[in-house]
């Protein structure tokens, strides 16, 4: 029923690398390590033109004017994790007036801001959406609402932090 992607962070690093590196603010570390992208790099969250620009990046394929719009009853979304790994920006701040105290609440931050663009797109297609997984650091329900449009797949099983199988 739901096609899901994941980890496009690393995609993200790879395709906006040259933007990246001339924003060094947008990332929690270097994305370039000896001259060679990290595709593990984490966006700063803490830093909202990072986050309007990764949103903006992540449903570029809604604001394309080739887009077609799916049937009401099909689920449409595209992925907006993070790169695989750690390395996540260290501390807490405020954002649009959303704290944001853990890792996950960084992550689902993100989520929000982009289904929030997605609700002036297509205010009437609650169907388009964005999805990301809740594992390993960013597995934590985070401390704000999440928007609808906002699909999280949880990985009980493997490669947690926050908790483990039932408990989730």
């Keep these: 029923e739901f096609e899901l992607g ?3 962070g690393e ?5 906006n690398a040259a933007t990246l590196e001339k924003n060094p ?10 001259g ?29 004017k080739n887009y077609k719009l ?9 992925s907006i994790d993070p790169a ?3 390395g996540f920006k260290e501390g807490k701040a405020s954002i649009n007036n959303v704290q944001l105290n853990t890792v996950s609440d960084q992550v689902f ?11 002036k797109l297509f205010p009437n297609h609650p169907n388009i959406g964005v999805n990301l997984y809740a594992y390993s650091n960013h597995a934590d ?3 704000f609402k999440l928007n609808p449009r906002v699909f999280v797949q949880i990985i009980p099983y493997q490669f947690q932090n926050i908790a483990f199988g039932p408990a989730f």
């Design 6 to 8: 994941g980890h496009v």
């Design 11 to 15: 995609t993200f690093n790879l395709n």
């Design 25 to 34: 603010d947008w990332t929690a570390s270097p994305i370039k390590t000896n």
């Design 36 to 64: 060679q992208v990290n595709v593990g790099t984490k966006l700063n969250y803490f830093n909202p033109a990072a986050v309007d620009f990764f949103t903006d990046w992540v449903i570029r394929k809604y604001t394309d």
């Design 70 to 78: 799916s049937a009401p009853y099909i689920r449409d979304m595209v």
């Design 84 to 86: 695989d790994g750690g």
């Design 109 to 119: 931050f993100a989520a929000n801001e982009a289904a929030k663009k997605l609700d």
């Design 141 to 143: 329900v985070p401390n």
